[in-house]
């Protein structure tokens, strides 16, 4: 009796194992380590990687030559994932976050963006 409660307690495992790690686009921001900070609209930016950190970032010029404005991306799907390159000019929209943890692994001191709307810009 054991041994059918151990096979069907671990294949139960599995399987929540499987469900819970099939979806790579779940839409998982951890709150407990963020706070909402604002939202932008329409901005158009250029998308680099931050190979310190293993993140993907979108950089806004500012009008007024002070420091640009970067959006770090630890959250964007795996399809996104796969159109970015280095030097892509983008439109974007979403929610931007501010870390409240600073020991989260991708915590790069910047903000990050939850993106509602992410458009590749033609060259």
Known sequence: MKKYFLAISSTL???????ACSGDDVDIIPYQFAEQIGEVNDLMGIVHYDTDYN????????ADNSND???DLPFI???????LEEKLPVKFS??????LDEEVPYNTENNFIKLSK???QTK
């Not at 495992?13 to 469900?19: D, T």
């Not at 993140?55 to 500012?62: A, K, R, S, T």
């Not at 979403?94 to 870390?99: C, E």
């Open 13 to 19: 495992f599995l399987i929540m194992g499987m469900i």
């Open 55 to 62: 993140v993907w970032y979108i950089v806004i010029g500012n």
């Open 69 to 71: 404005t970067r959006y």
């Open 77 to 83: 799907s795996t399809k996104e994932k796969e159109l």
């Open 94 to 99: 979403g929610a931007v976050y501010r870390w």
């Open 118 to 120: 992410f458009e590749i």
